[in-house]
């Protein structure tokens, strides 16, 4: 069958490969990319254990067995770690990661998989992946009606219309015009700058903008950091508005089962319009190109169709 495979830093090839073997087989229908394909494109990534690598993590399709449609969910909690124990499997210790997406078929555990409602499409099936990371940061939030979201790409946009959903005011920053008219076509307020609030979520994964989230915060407030970081890197704390405004600051990282279920729903219920996210379909040959291409305008996912 056919994959992509990266043999190195922004050296991706599609080659025939091995077919799958394992638990159950899956033949993929879409697998969608998100700003971590591109990282691991450009400049590799500790989740990828080396080259020769597979990735997409973003990925449903058709049981080979059973011809349920189904996501493939990217990670498989350990269930024995003290992170498992304690009820946070997002962060747990060992857990087994499911790449692959990107490619004719993929091999995954029965425990990664998710059935699928009739008339949610691939496409938005694939995106429950991140919109599952979204369910979790705003679980890590406080209830605050008061919302800054700094960042309006594709997982700013869908905080933002989960935290509308929850009848919150929500002020997405942005300085892309296009990606602002998203915010507010998803129900949230939009601005080039942002003010102060009591909630902030970052969203995109830049020391400035986490510094600048900080900056953000009134006193009392939460502020949630959703976007990672290049790893390696630190951010300037400010220690007095830290200690005298008792700023709460979180990290939000990955998910859980439950929380994939969730997303599953709300883009079933299209309470989150993916095709509002959707970018152009793209076949395996086209994947490399789609991931260079500059991010600009409107914040929209490239969706690999490997049958294209
Ligand atoms: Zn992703
Ligand atoms: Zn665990």
Known sequence: ????????????????????????????????????????LARGHPMLGGYPARFGHETAGVRVDTGERVLVGDSVACGACFACVAGRAAICRSPTWVLGG?????????????????????????????????????????????????????????????????????????????????????????????GSHELIFEAVGRVEVWEAA???????????????????????????????????????????REEVDQAIALLAASDVDWHALAGPTVGLDELAAALRAPSAGEARKVVVDPRQ
Do not use: N, W
């Open 214 to 256: 900080l900056a953000a915060a009134r006193p009392g407030a939460t502020v949630v950091l959703v976007g990672g970081c290049p790893s390696g890197t630190t951010v300037e704390l400010p220690t007095g508005p830290l200690h005298y405004d008792e700023l709460d600051v979180r990290g939000a990282f990955h998910h859980t």
């Open 1 to 40: 069958m056919r994959a992509a495979v990266l043999h190195g830093p922004d050296d991706l090839r599609v080659q025939e490969v091995e077919e799958p073997v394992g638990d159950v087989v899956v033949e993929v229908r879409a697998a969608t990319a998100c700003g971590t394909d591109r990282k691991m």
């Open 102 to 194: 990107f490619a004719e078929r993929i091999a995954a555990p029965e425990a990664a998989l998710h059935s699928l409602p009739d008339g949610l499409d691939f496409a938005g099936a694939a995106m429950a992946e991140p919109l599952a990371a979204c369910v979790h940061a705003v679980a890590r939030g406080t209830a605050a009606g008061d919302v800054g979201v700094l960042g309006g790409g594709t997982i700013g946009l869908m905080l933002a219309r989960l935290l509308v959903l929850e009848g919150r005011d929500v002020l997405v920053c942005d300085r892309h015009a296009e990606r602002r008219a998203q915010a507010e076509a998803g129900g949230a307020r939009s601005s080039p700058s942002l």
